[in-house]
């Protein structure tokens, strides 16, 4: 299978800016810089380049809303807070190809008519930052970023923002305030980023892997791009792969392409032969599959069918040895510890459903336990300002009931060796 | 500008962190960084330092400690020297982050969120870091990853920074 991001993932290697340019890079943005601004964004929506950052939303037509014509200047804003448990790749990103990926934020800022960019990245992220602020130094000693770049009458600006630990800044609005040097609890919507984003004025959010596909899509033609995928899914995706599978890792594979394939043929099987029990699909934050729904293609709407999400591409492998109400109340914990507190159904239903789980999970369980989570979490979705709680509401509906037996048998103490987290 | 401002903001801190606020289009803006860079350069955040930090970003001291106490990388005392921050989330879970921890314990003497007597070492448990193809993984200092880890290797990495 062809390569295009993940060529660059060489071992212990990052490539320079003149490695880059060998190897034919930042000739997108020189192509950029004469087109019209209209025409880059309608080649990127022949692409069907979708975000990458979980939400899957098209970016071209992201870009399509951003108003013009304000009177105030308009940001772009890149996500690298890579917080989805499961997911690694946009630091194979700016580990090893820093320069793919500043040419991707180049062409995005040109098409957006953007003149100063952030790049939010996730403060434990040490080296992959330091790479990413030498990156842009080399760039913009050669022209590449500052007042003209590559000679054109076009300013351009690129500061790297270090987060500081919390997962809640990955949501675009959580980001925003971190950025302006506040907690990051997310905003209320309307209005939109698009509209009043950062500083108030209209900004473009982006993940980094959404914008490192750029430069091929103006190299190659978007319709080149769109056909890699399927149906409206243009393009490749870095999978992050892990959990039990013999070759954890980042793999960058077309859009559907079968997780069954995934897990079995490019992951390696699972150690020891085991059987799978269950699989998460795009992240914690997805609901979880059983093994009778493997035969999927990793897409955005065929996970959408299946009541789940491609969300991150986290893909994290269970096998049959898994205790799932352990894995469940460790992935409950998580939401309880990075709710923001703003809106209560997060902020309590979080705690609640976690302290109810480790109950369980310590023997003192009570059946009436299951219908009070389903209840909760039926108030927890899509009542709350972002979706961290939609997030957690997904995979606590989706283990008891893909799984009820294994939750009552806890609860009745049909589990000899207890646990607790 | 008040002493304690200038106690904390030395002419050798601020030619470190003035060029970086300048980069930010509000003056609150560069909160976070102006946080970090303080940190790297003391070790901690105290209250004098928020105080600080208030006067410098024409802030009130409310509005840096809220953002001091949000985020999980400042630290408000002073660091133990060696610091394992180990991952307890799901990935890392499913391949025995619990066991890392117990190994810490064994050879330590501590257990997770407590520092060792002589405030050497601390072990905490934290939440992804973003390498779960490491799992079970840890990050040494708030800076370095390792992965794959066992009995050995924790034994090992104590045994390095002793
Ligand atoms: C709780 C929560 C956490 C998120 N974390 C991230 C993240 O770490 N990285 C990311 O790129 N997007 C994250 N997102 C999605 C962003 O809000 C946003 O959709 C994305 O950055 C847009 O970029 P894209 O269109 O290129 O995907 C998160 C969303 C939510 C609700
Ligand atoms: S779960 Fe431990 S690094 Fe992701």
Known sequence: MEKLISKYFVEGKTFSLAEYEQDGGYQAIRKALEMKREDIIETVKKSNLRGLGGAGFPTGMKWSFIPQNTGKPVYLVINGDEGEPGTFKDKYILRHAPHLFLEGVMIASVANNVHKAYVYIRGEYVKPIQILKKAIEEATAKGYLGDKIFGKDYKLEIVVHRGAGAYICGEETGLLESLEGKKGQPRLKPPFPAVVGLFGCPTVINNVETVSYLSFILNRGPEWFAGLGSEKNGGMRLISLSGHVRNPGVYELPLGFSLRKLIYEVGGGIPDDKKLKAVVPGGLSAAILSPEEIDVGLDFDQLRNLKTMAGSGGVIVFDETTDLVKALTVTMRFYAHESCGQCSPCREGTGWIYRILKRILEGKGRLEDLNNMADICAYMGGTTICALADGAAMPLRSYPQKFRKEFEDYIQNKEKQLQTV | ?162
């Open chain 2, 1 to 162: 500008m008040t002493e304690l401002f200038n106690k904390i903001f030395t002419k050798e801190v601020l030619a470190k962190i003035d060029p970086v606020v300048a980069k930010y289009e509000t003056r609150r803006a560069p909160m976070l960084e102006v946080l970090h860079l303080l940190q790297e350069h003391y070790g901690h955040i105290s209250l004098e330092m928020e105080e600080a930090v208030a006067e410098y970003l024409k802030v009130s001291p409310m509005d840096v400690r809220e953002v001091v106490t949000f985020y999980t990388l400042y630290y408000t005392q002073p660091k133990a020297k060696v610091r394992f921050n180990v991952c307890r989330t799901l990935t890392c879970n499913l391949l025995g982050a619990e066991n890392i921890v117990k190994c810490f314990e064994k050879h330590l003497g501590i257990k997770s969120g407590a520092r060792t007597q002589d405030g050497k070492f601390e072990v905490k448990e934290v939440e992804c870091l973003g390498a779960c193809e490491l799992a079970p993984m840890l990050q040494l200092n708030d800076d370095e990853y390792f992965g794959h880890l066992n009995e050995a290797k924790v034994a090992e990495l104590i045994q390095k920074n002793k």
